[in-house]
């Protein structure tokens, strides 16, 4: 986790969002840090449950987030967080449509994901950046409460589910794929990108040769 998420959370959180509730968070395993013990242990949820697709520290379920409908119900819970996630999944749309939908109305999400500008990161994949413009479409069904772009390249974001929610159509946007290096509203795998991109992306920018490469050609083949 990266330290300017830690800084959006405690700017952000207000502790009687989730005081006595029900919070979810998708993508829980500990890697570099969490924003679990800092609300455990300010703002006292009712219960919290971790979930990810590996087993690790802070993980309660092991699921995919395409799953979480199917697995908790439709709006089980009070807040849902995910931090430094988005990028990886692929299918994204079915994604933020599980995530909306577990939320209950009146609940807030907290997100945290990656813009166009940082580099290549795969754990175990990296198809995507967002954009604050893309967050406003994206979450265009939600009540913005706070948005933003800071100093390490991530977008960040806290939404409110409004009462009276109606899913907005997510299959016109289009995001950045980090596979065909522009945007594109299909869903596309590294098999997909054509040759130049395909090396650049196995041979530079998946590898610890990356740290021995100028920033400019960290730029150019792997952002």
Not at 50 to 62: F, K, N, S
Not at 74 to 92: A, G, L, R, Y
Not at 175 to 201: F, W
Request: glycine share 6%.
């Amino acid at each position: 986790m990266h330290v300017a998420v830690l800084d959006f959370f405690m700017r952000t959180v207000n502790c009687e969002e989730f005081n006595g509730k029900r919070v979810l968070e998708v993508g829980s395993k500990f890697v570099n840090g969490s924003v679990r013990p800092l609300i455990e242990r300010f703002c006292q949820p009712k219960e919290y449950i971790g979930v990810d697709i590996e087993p690790g520290r802070y993980v309660d379920v092991i699921l995919p987030a395409e799953k979480l409908i199917e697995y908790f119900g439709i709006e089980s819970f009070d807040v849902v967080i995910s931090t430094e996630v988005m990028e990886h999944v692929f299918n994204w749309r079915l994604i933020i449509n599980n995530i909306k939908s577990v939320l209950k109305r009146g609940g807030f999400i907290y997100l945290t994901t990656r813009s166009r500008g940082f580099p290549y990161h795969a754990a175990s994949h990296d198809y995507w950046r967002y954009e604050t413009n893309d967050m406003v479409r994206i979450f265009r069904d939600f009540k913005m409460v706070r948005l933003e772009v800071d100093w390490e390249y991530p977008g960040v974001l806290k939404a409110k589910k409004p009462i009276n929610w109606i899913p907005t159509d997510l299959n016109n946007i289009a995001l950045y794929s980090m596979m065909l290096g522009k945007r594109t509203k299909e869903l596309v795998t590294l098999s997909d990108a054509p040759l130049a991109r395909k090396i650049s992306i196995i041979l530079l920018c998946s590898t610890r040769l990356r740290w021995l490469l100028p920033g400019t050609i960290i730029r150019k083949y792997c952002t």
